[in-house]
């Protein structure tokens, strides 16, 4: 019996420190779990979000509206109303839709479909959190918009308009776009006449936005993907630049190569597709010609290889069949290099950046390259956490995803007014944001009589736009960090289409702390 009762007071403290251990256990996961609930670095459902963000995005995604041709739906911008309902009319075709550039009334096919591609990548990362601040749907729509402009330029497998206006006879008017009356011929890309950077860009576009609508539209979905894959069949088959092929077009979006375009491609129809064909197409020679490892680039309009990097790296992050390709982690590697570059501690970080931090490489749409990388660092941070990732290495150095959020959130809050002026440079964000945008529609009154020639003194005219161009993220800063608010100053005071999708995936990102899903399907 005493033997017994040993053995059964010794359960009994076996058992009773099980029990306390386990509470212990509990409350260290209580604290823990709080802790992560608070914490940039705890991935999940998305969380709270944070005001300045939330009104921040809600603000950039009216610029898509404020951008629209056509005839317009549930219009939600004041003075903008129906415009080139007739474009594409001479080939037959609707043009009418899509989105112009940037303050002018051009459609220019190769930036609008970078605009989309970004735009859906945006959408299928950050969907979450941009449904919590209602703003899932409106981009949907603004991306719709463009892609059924995209759909209607593709008449034939190998038959793509690229561009709608004539820019020199455009840029001799100061007119509203609904009062256009210049004529609007258009462009086209063929077997005789390549464009494969056009064509990729435009297939890219497809096949992203073909993830978009999957499961809420699968006959729309089905038909970009569709269009998708003949446009990259072309643009592969016939290949050539169409900044040689049709020299007009250099001279406001000169391509530089057409290389990034087809791997930026590839890597989206595999995402969309999950065919492997498109897998080795990116990861085989292709990549040896074009990918330019070890060499960290510039995302944009006309580079999309550190896109392309980041993109393919998600599949290293979260593929564990793909990630045993050495192609696949050069692809990660660079961008991590990327990623080592613009952080300003990195024993590798870029000095082009202004005094207060700002990415900075061009005096002509100078938000462009910030806003874009911050995009990308905010990406990368998130894949990092999704996959229990902890640290990257910059020359020995390491670097947590919290440091690359960090990144990111320095050049949003540099946009919202944390710069050296104390000024938005998000049109209608804040107290203080340009008056005077280079946009033909906001600075001339809805009701003004005005034809090409007459427009011209709006442009001139000493007082603020009449008009709110909302959502516009303008050019930006000198490298001195000041800023001229002059409708003639376009370097700095225009904004574009494109930067906006960019900007819209940034703050969509930091809206609220998330994990990102580990498949888009």
């Given amino acids: ?31 823990r779990k709080k802790h992560n609930d608070s914490s940039p670095d705890a991935p999940g459902n998305p969380g709270a979000p944070q005001k300045k963000y939330a009104d921040a995005l809600k603000t950039a995604m009216q610029f898509f509206d404020v951008q629209k041709s056509g005839q317009l739906v549930n219009n939600k911008i004041s003075w903008r109303g129906d415009s080139a309902l007739k474009d594409g009319s001479q080939a037959k075709l609707d043009l009418s839709k899509g989105m112009y550039d940037a303050g002018d009334h051009m459609k220019f096919n190769f930036p609008m479909a970078y605009t989309a591609t ?12 941009m449904k919590v601040v209602s703003q899932l749907e409106p981009a949907q729509d603004s991306l719709k918009w463009i892609t059924d402009y995209l759909i209607n330029s593709h008449p034939k497998d190998n038959v793509l308009y690229i561009q709608v206006g004539d820019p020199v006879a455009d840029h001799k008017c100061w007119d509203r776009p ?8 258009l462009i086209q890309i063929n077997t005789t006449v390549s464009g494969t950077e056009v064509a990729a860009e435009t297939a890219a576009a497809m096949a ?13 979905s089905s038909d970009l993907l569709k269009h998708a894959k003949q446009l990259f069949t072309f643009a592969d088959k016939y290949r050539g630049s169409y900044s040689e092929n049709i020299p007009e077009v250099a001279t406001y979006y000169n391509s530089t190569g057409y290389g990034d375009e087809l791997l930026w491609a590839a890597s989206w129809l595999y995402h969309a597709t999950g065919d492997q064909t498109y897998f080795d197409y990116a990861t085989g020679k292709n990549a040896d010609s074009f990918g330019n490892f070890g060499n960290p680039t510039w995302f944009s309009w006309d580079n999309k290889l550190a896109g392309t990097q980041v993109l393919l790296s998600r599949v290293s992050f979260f593929n ?36 207060s931090g700002l990415i900075w490489i061009s005096e002509w749409n100078a938000l462009q390259h910030p806003v874009a990388s911050a995009f990308l660092a905010v990406l990368y941070s998130d894949y990092m956490l999704t996959s229990r990732t902890a640290k990257i290495t910059c020359n020995g150095n390491a670097y947590t995803p919290s440091d690359l959020r960090k990144f990111a959130i320095s050049q949003a809050d540099y946009v919202l007014g944390n710069n050296p ?3 938005s440079y998000l049109v209608g964000y804040g107290d203080k944001y340009p008056q005077y945008v280079h946009h033909r529609g906001a600075s001339i009154p809805k009701d003004a009589d005005t034809n090409c020639k007459e427009g011209w003194k709006y442009l001139d005219s000493t007082e ?15 490298l001195n960090e000041t800023y001229i608010d002059s409708r003639n100053n376009s370097m700095q005071t225009e904004p574009t289409t494109y930067n906006s999708a960019a900007l819209v995936g940034l703050l969509s990102g930091l809206v609220t702390t998330s994990s990102v899903v580990q498949s888009f399907t």
């Fill in 118 to 129: 970004v735009l859906s990548w945006a959408i299928l990362e950050y969907g979450d959190q």
């Fill in 464 to 478: 603020p736009n009449p008009n709110v161009a909302t959502g516009a993220l303008v050019g930006g800063p000198f």
């Fill in 178 to 185: 609904e009062d256009m009356t210049e004529a609007r011929p």
């Fill in 1 to 31: 019996m005493g033997e017994k009762s040993r053995k059964g007071g010794w359960c009994g403290w076996i058992i009773a420190l099980i029990v306390v251990a386990a509470a212990a256990g509990a409350i260290v996961a209580l604290v």
């Fill in 421 to 423: 002026s104390k000024m």
């Fill in 208 to 220: 992203a936005a073909s993830l978009v609508f999957k499961s809420s539209d699968s006959s729309y």
């Fill in 320 to 355: 564990s069949k793909a990630s045993n390709s050495d192609t696949l982690q050069e692809y990660r590697k660079t961008a991590e290099a990327v990623m080592c570059g613009l952080l300003p501690k990195s024993p590798t970080a870029t000095s082009s950046r202004t005094d």
